[in-house]
């Protein structure tokens, strides 16, 4: 008597995780860094590009953006649900100008820190 055994056709899920920030002054529709940079001007756009593998049911990233001194100049979260590698974008803006020096942003995941990326203005 032969016995067939079949391949299990499942898969473990992929554990989640952040695998890359990219910072820039504009993003494509893909939610990615058209132009990679660290140095920007006083009144860009500074986005940052969250490259996520893995999948999870729900995960809240944070975008902490810091100047030198330690002061937070903004704060924002985006809840998503990836099923597979996603990209969020997070971005800061300041119309009448960032003061000039080094700046931080620090990416976590439910409040787990993930990544950090520095970054600087000159004029």
């Not at 809840?79 to 100008?97: N, R």
């Amino acid at each position: 008597m032969a016995s067939i055994f079949r391949r299990s056709s499942w898969r473990l899920a992929e554990a989640f995780a952040v695998s890359e920030v990219t910072l820039g002054k504009a993003i494509g529709t893909d939610k990615r860094v058209a132009s990679p940079s660290t140095t920007f001007g006083p009144k860009d756009t500074i986005y940052a590009s969250v490259a996520t593998t893995g999948s999870a049911p729900s995960k809240t990233l944070t975008a902490k953006w810091t100047f030198q001194d330690g002061q937070t100049v903004k704060e924002g979260s985006e809840t998503i649900a990836p099923t597979g590698p996603a990209v969020t974008e997070f971005h800061m803006a300041k119309p009448s100008g960032w003061p000039v020096g080094k700046y931080k942003v620090e990416i976590s995941a439910d409040g787990t820190p993930a990544t950090t990326k520095e970054f600087e203005v000159k004029k």
